[in-house]
C-alpha cells in the first residue's frame, strides 16, 4: 500500500513528553512502529508516512499534545520550492475538486500581518479545485504552515520550512478545558494537572474495557482522565477524611466543602460515571484485593511526604486496644518512607498487572543528585519512558513508565537507590533542630503573618489560579 | 459499594488471617443505580468473578431478581445472562452508613460509609 505523508503539528507545552506519547499511541492501536521509527522532527513539527488517513485520525483522537493534523501535499525549504514540489503533484485534489473550500495561512515563530497572509494565499492561484469558497463551513480545509524555526531572538525574515496540505482534524487538547481543575467539583490541594494525568493515561495504553487502579487515590484525577479513555477504574487512599471531602478545602476564598463533593461527583459531573467502580478507604501497602485479580493498568502519584504525608498504619509500641474503644478508634498511622512506598508500589504491581500491563507512576528527585541508574529497577519490568518536570532549582519530578515483562517469582525483588530521590529534609532544607512551632515563629518573625484568605501574597499575582498551584509537589 | 467490588475484597490484611474470603456482607440499605451496559467489558471481568460468591451476595442483598446459580457456559454471547450479570455487578449499591463487611475468620467488621468501604485496621492488628 503507497504510504500518505502527514504533519502533525505539536503543541510546545510539556515537549519532553512528545515521543512517548506518540509511541504510546501506536501502542494502543498497535500501528507499526516503524512508521514511527522513521518519523522526521522539526521544531514543533513531525512528519510521518502512515498507510492510511485512519491511522493518522486514530493518533489524533488519542493524543492531548499534538493540536492538528494536515495529510501532506507539498513542502518545500522556500514558497517556490513548495509550489513546484506541488505542481508535480497536482493529481492529489482531485478527490476534492468540486468541494467548498477554505485556505489558511499559519505560522510558527513569526506573527505575519493578514494583508501578507493574503498575499501567500494569492500565490496558489494554479490549484485545480473548482469548488466555491466557503470560509465559515468548509468541506476541505487547506492550510499553508510556515515555521520561522525555533529562537525568538533570531528570526529570520523567511521562513525556514512550508509545508501545505488538507487539515484532518484536531487534538484532543480540548478535554483539558473540559476536566480543568477550576470548574471541578472536588479537587485536593495535590489534584493531578488534567494535561499531565491525559498524558499519563495515554502512557499507561489505556483502552476501552481496561481495569484500571490507583492505590494513592485522593481525589481521582488522574482516574478521571483514565475514565475518559474508556477505563474502568478502582482507587484506594489511606485518608479517609479526604475520600469523604471532610478536609479543608483547597479552593481559594471557600470557607468549607459541599456536602455533596466527593470522587464520584466528579465522575457525574463529566458524565462518565458508569466507568467509575469503586474507591475505597484502604492502606495500599496491605492486600486487600483477591490474590488473582489483574489490572491493566496502575497508574499514580504516590505522596512525596512534601505536601502529602507518607504514612501507613501502624505503630511504633505493641499493645492492644481495649473492647470498649474498638468501635471509635482511629488507627494509628508511622512513617512509610518514600523509597519503602515506591518499592512496595512497584513490588506489588509486578503481581498485580497483567503481561504488558503499564505501571505509570511520578517519583520526586533532587536534581543534583539525580543518576539515570539510582531508578527503580525490577526484573519483571521494562522502563519505557521516563520524563522530567522540573519543580524547583533543585527539584523535579519523574515520570515513569515501567511495562511489566514477566512473571514475578520469590526472588524477584525491586532494586532503587534512595540517594537520588527528593526527601521532605531536602525540599525543606530544615536542619532539623527547630520545632515546628519554633519554625513558624522564625517564619512570622521573617516574612510577617501569613495573610488572609483570599488576600494576594507578595508576588502572587492570581491568588484563584488553582492550576499554578498544581505543579507543586505533593 | 458496588458487588464487583465486594467479590475482590479481602481481609488478608489483618495479622494471622490466611484467606480472608469471601467478606460476609450485611447490607441494610441498597440503592440501585444504572449504569451503561457494556457486553464487551463484561466478558473480560466474568471469568474474573467467583460466581458463587456472588450469588450469594445477591441473595443476602435481597429485594432484587436471584442470579442464576451457575455461569453460562456461552455467556458472552447470552444477551440476557450479562444483562443480569452486569445489574448484579455494577448496578446494585451499598449505601448506607450501617452497611458493613465482616472479615470469615476474625469477625472484624468493616463499615461502608456513603458508599466508600473502609477497609483500614486498627494498628494492633497488623
Known sequence: MPLKSFLFWFSNEQSGFRFTELESIFRVFRFDLHHYRQKKVMGPFVLMNLPSEDHAL???????????????WSIGDTLNELHDNFRKNLEITEPYVDQRLSLKVETFGKTISMAEKVELIDTFEYIPLKGPIDLKNPELRLKLVQFYGLDPNNVPE??????????????????????????RKFIGNTSMDPLLSLLMANFALI??????YDPFVGTGSILIAAAMMGGYIIGTDIDYLMLHARTRPSRARAKHRDLDESVRANFIQYGIESQYIDILVA???RPMIRDDIRFDAIITDPPYGVREPTEKIGSLKSYKIKEEHVAMHIPSKIEYCLCDIICDLI??????????????????????????????????FELIANCEQILTATASRRLLVMEKIREPDESTVTIMDSTALMYRF???????????????????QNYGKGCKRGQLLPGHTDATDVAAEVQLPS | MKLFTHNMLTSKMIRNVQVGYPLKLCASEVKITPTDFRPGFLSKVIPKIDWTVLVEAVNSVGNTEPLPPAL??????????????????????????????ECPETGRKFPIQNGVPNMLVNEDEV
Not at chain 1, 63 to 71: D, G, K, Q, R, Y
Not at chain 1, 207 to 212: I, Q, R, S
Not at chain 1, 426 to 444: C, L, Q, V
Not at chain 2, 72 to 101: C, P, Q, S, W
Open chain 1, 347 to 380: 513490588n506489588n504491581a509486578s503481581r498485580r498487572l497483567t503481561i504488558n500491563g503499564r505501571l505509570v507512576f511520578w517519583i520526586p528527585v533532587s536534581r543534583d543528585t539525580y543518576e539515570v541508574e539510582k531508578l527503580p529497577s525490577n526484573p519483571c
Open chain 1, 283 to 285: 492502606d495500599a501497602s
Open chain 1, 58 to 72: 486514530k493518533i489524533m483522537s488519542r493524543s492531548v499534545l499534538a493540536h492538528s493534523c494536515v495529510e501532506l
Open chain 1, 207 to 212: 483502552k476501552p474495557n481496561d481495569l484500571v
Open chain 2, 72 to 101: 453460562a457456559e456461552d455467556y458472552d454471547k447470552n444477551d440476557d445472562f450479562l444483562r443480569k450479570a452486569h445489574h448484579a455487578l455494577f448496578e446494585i449499591e451499598i449505601e448506607v452508613i450501617t452497611g458493613e463487611m
Open chain 1, 158 to 183: 523567511f521562513p525556514i520550512k512550508s509545508f501545505f496540505g488538507r487539515w484532518i482534524a484536531d487534538g484532543q487538547r480540548h478535554l483539558m478545558a473540559k476536566v480543568s481543575l477550576k470548574d
Open chain 1, 426 to 444: 531536602k525540599f525543606f532544607e530544615n536542619d532539623g533542630s527547630k520545632t515546628r512551632k519554633e519554625r513558624k515563629k522564625h517564619a512570622n
